[in-house]
């Protein structure tokens, strides 16, 4: 298995508190992507990484950030938490070598509730 | 924008019978790659194939088969003799050149009853 672990797996919050989760990898990947899922909408892309410091929005970044500040970790953050952004978030690694054929891998995913 | 559509939001089977998941896409893309992912009810998400623009090849794997068609844009999956263990939501996905993410569908949840 792909080395991913996101941090917390579980967190309640407060509307209008900040809020980061974690991604961490082992591998060494230079692509990282923060997915959320809702039920009906699969998973949509709220922002990724190309490398360290190299971020940018997917469809669904409002009210998101994120950061890359060493190879292994990209966090994202809930700026004032609402709760449209109650659901689960997926991290993902991949490595892009010379094409587009490497498959993603997936952490464990993050519920997070925002009462 | 791309875009991948599985109208299928639920299959109910029963044990042994065969079951297709279909998948549609839009892209402009000329080289892209279709996946199939599974999410069981742990949550997990995993990898079960990729297919490229320019193979159209049919493949199968064990239980698992997949139909790629570029003249209808559609990449389908299809379960024989299915189990009660692949009782699972299923997402195809599409990656774009730029940005190396995938656009998923809505996802199909398969129910396979014993």
């Known amino acids: 298995d792909a080395g991913i672990t996101q941090s917390p797996r579980h967190k309640v919050t407060e509307t209008g508190t900040p809020v980061t989760l974690r991604c961490h990898q082992t591998?060494?990947?230079?692509?990282m992507y923060w997915y959320r899922q809702d039920p009906g909408h699969g998973l949509r892309l709220i922002h990724y990484s190309y490398g360290v410091k190299d971020t940018d929005k997917g469809e669904v970044s409002d009210g998101y950030s994120v950061s890359r500040s060493k190879t292994e970790d990209f966090l994202l953050t809930l700026e004032s938490a609402t709760s449209s952004q109650t659901s689960v978030y997926f991290c993902?690694?991949?490595?892009?070598?010379?094409?587009?054929?490497?498959?993603?891998?997936f952490g464990q995913g993050t519920r997070l509730t925002v009462v | 924008a791309q875009k991948v559509t599985q109208a299928q939001t639920e299959i109910s089977v029963v044990e042994k019978e065969d079951v297709t998941l279909d998948c549609v896409y839009e892209?402009?893309?000329?080289?892209?790659?279709l996946f199939w992912y599974k999410q069981p009810p742990s949550g997990e998400l995993v990898f079960l194939i990729r297919?490229?623009?320019?193979?159209?090849q049919n493949e199968i794997s064990g239980r698992y088969s997949w139909n790629f068609q570029k003249s209808t844009s559609s990449f389908n999956f299809t379960i024989t003799a299915s189990q009660v263990v692949d009782s699972a939501v299923y997402f195809c996905?599409?990656?774009?050149?730029?940005?190396?993410?995938?656009?998923f569908g809505s996802g199909t949840r398969l129910q396979v009853q014993p």
């Open positions: 993902a690694i991949s490595e892009s070598g010379s094409g587009l054929n490497t498959e993603a891998f």
């Open positions: 591998e060494n990947h230079r692509y």
């Open positions: 996905a599409l990656t774009d050149t730029g940005r190396r993410a995938l656009t």
């Open positions: 892209t402009r893309d000329t080289t892209y790659y």
């Open positions: 297919r490229n623009s320019f193979d159209e």
